[in-house]
């Protein structure tokens, strides 16, 4: 059992898989969740020394441990420690990237409620660091993927305060993100959209 900060009882049913690299097209990935497919890209990103991306750990205070027999141990309770910032950073091409993963089953948009004002204040941090900050969000329905400037994000969340909408308009991602083709190896290879971001970025 984990807890949160908050004392309430985290509650998961994702069991961690081991990545792999397959030669061969896997459209079964497309069915995974978006977590699974970045973590398979990030793999093989490493091994062809492309970009050396990982997903950040998630700090916890274990409480208590069985010990059912000699040779295990098993964590029945724990405690997220602190709050986290985002899903993922790393190196690519020289430029530091960070970015949040959202999923959702919205057609038309993505509600703001998926993220946190630390959420917020750590990707602005890391643009005033001349950092590349940026969602990768995958709207279910549709099975499309999109890498979203962080700076739109900020922009939306701030606004809300203001009488703003609460979520991000589907068709605003669509036209502002860079869209993520589905490939053959990795299945999700989101560099070539964050490439287009970064290059934009620039000029």
Excluded: C
């Amino acid at each position: 059992m984990i807890r949160y900060p908050n004392g309430n009882i985290f509650n998961s049913s994702l069991t961690p898989q081991k990545t792999t690299i397959k030669n061969e097209v896997n459209y079964g990935s497309r069915g995974m969740t978006l977590e699974y497919v970045i973590n398979l890209a990030n793999e093989y990103y490493l091994n062809t020394n492309t970009a050396v991306i990982h997903k950040k750990p998630t700090p916890i205070n274990i409480v208590n441990v069985a010990y059912p027999n000699r040779a295990a141990a098993k964590i029945t309770e724990a405690y997220f420690s602190k709050a986290s910032t985002t899903d993922y950073n790393g190196i690519y091409q020289g430029y530091y990237l960070d970015f949040d993963a959202k999923e959702t089953k919205n057609k038309t948009a993505l509600p703001l409620s998926n993220f946190h004002q630390h959420q917020i204040d750590h990707l602005n941090a890391i643009l005033q660091q001349g950092g590349i900050g940026f969602i990768l969000v995958r709207f279910i329905i549709q099975d499309e993927i999109y890498v979203y400037p962080a700076n739109q994000l900020i922009t939306f969340w701030q606004a809300q305060f203001n009488g703003g909408r609460k979520s991000i308009p589907y068709d605003n991602i669509k036209h502002i993100g860079y869209r993520v083709s589905y490939g053959i190896n990795p299945t999700v290879p989101y560099l070539s959209a964050v490439k287009n971001l970064i290059t934009a970025t620039n000029k």
